[in-house]
């Protein structure tokens, strides 16, 4: 498997196999965020989630070549980067509405990414790309901006949120280049893979209940494991999927592409957790897609 999906580097084949990897990774990304923060204290959630992670993953990374020397720097580089973004999306995600906050998060993202991978790939966007990933920010920003000037919810506490989801864009951009150079960085994609679930998912799964035990009063935790188990899975595809998609073509096309997650999280917000959707904020969800297609078409 990893030596057919390495002989995809570079060639159409593997530039098509990275933008279905990456739209995959954009409705698995959104749902979840959705996990994290329907049901129960995100916080909460996102340590179901990396239990799950941590016991799943720990059988695979037995099951994949050991990693090279000089991998276990970047794995520790990887842990810290994950930690800190995992421990700003809850705190945003405890603040405001899930249709508020997930634009502002994604919108950032592929913005410090392309200026990233340009610094550190050597990528470049053709204009009409440009020109694609401002329309898609455009319906992004547009998005939040609309959230926050209309939605009643959470008004309180709507500034920090945002403040919150706005820092956790920048992380999202760091991780996602730094893991395209982490999962370049080792002969077989798959050892990389298989111990940056386990690594990175032991933080919550052991910080969460030595420092937040009070948020487990009440909480039943059969549903909570339930859910975190699904989550995991969900993690599988989404993390996965844009970590190969990274490897096989352009980091910037991958991390941009993937943020038509938006659209799918504001379906999501509105179909599950029953927040508002009107035909302003349908247009400016076109706006993301018609902006994800001008930088494909373009590239």
């Known amino acids: 498997m990893s030596e057919w999906l390495i002989s995809l580097e570079g060639t159409e084949a593997g530039h098509q196999a990275a933008l279905g990897l990456a739209l995959l990774a954009a409705l698995l990304h959104a749902i979840f965020g959705a996990l994290q923060k329907g049901r129960f204290d995100p916080w909460l959630s996102r340590w179901s989630i990396d239990c799950w992670l941590a016991c799943l993953s720990l059988p695979m990374v037995f099951l994949v070549p050991w990693p090279e020397p000089h991998m276990w720097p970047i794995f520790a580089g990887m842990v810290v980067i994950h930690f800190v973004y995992k421990v700003l999306m809850a705190m945003a995600f405890s603040r ?100 940056f679930f386990f690594l990175s998912a032991l933080d919550f799964s052991l910080l969460v209940p030595m420092v937040m035990r009070h948020r487990f009063r009440g909480v039943t935790l059969r549903p909570l494991l339930q859910r975190g188990l699904i989550g995991a899975l969900v993690a599988y595809g989404s993390f996965g999927s844009v970590m190969l998609a990274t490897r096989l073509d352009k980091v910037g096309e991958a991390a941009v592409l993937r943020e038509t997650s938006t659209v799918f999280a504001a379906i999501i917000g509105w179909l599950v957790l029953k927040e508002t959707v009107g035909p302003r904020r349908i247009a400016l969800m076109a706006l993301i897609a018609a902006g994800a297609v001008i930088v494909e078409l373009a590239g």
């Open 96 to 195: 405001g509405a899930f249709t508020v906050v997930y634009p502002v998060v994604r919108g950032s993202g592929p913005l410090f990414t392309v200026v990233g991978a340009w610094l550190i790939f050597g990528e470049t966007f053709a204009p009409l790309q440009w020109l694609g990933l401002f329309v898609l920010l455009a319906g992004i920003f547009g998005l939040a901006v609309y959230n926050f000037l209309f939605l009643e919810a959470e008004r309180d506490t709507l500034g920090p949120a945002l403040i919150f989801a706005l820092l956790t864009g920048f992380m999202v951009a760091l991780y996602t280049t730094y893991d395209a150079y982490g999962i370049r960085a080792t002969a077989n994609p798959f050892t990389f893979l298989a111990w």
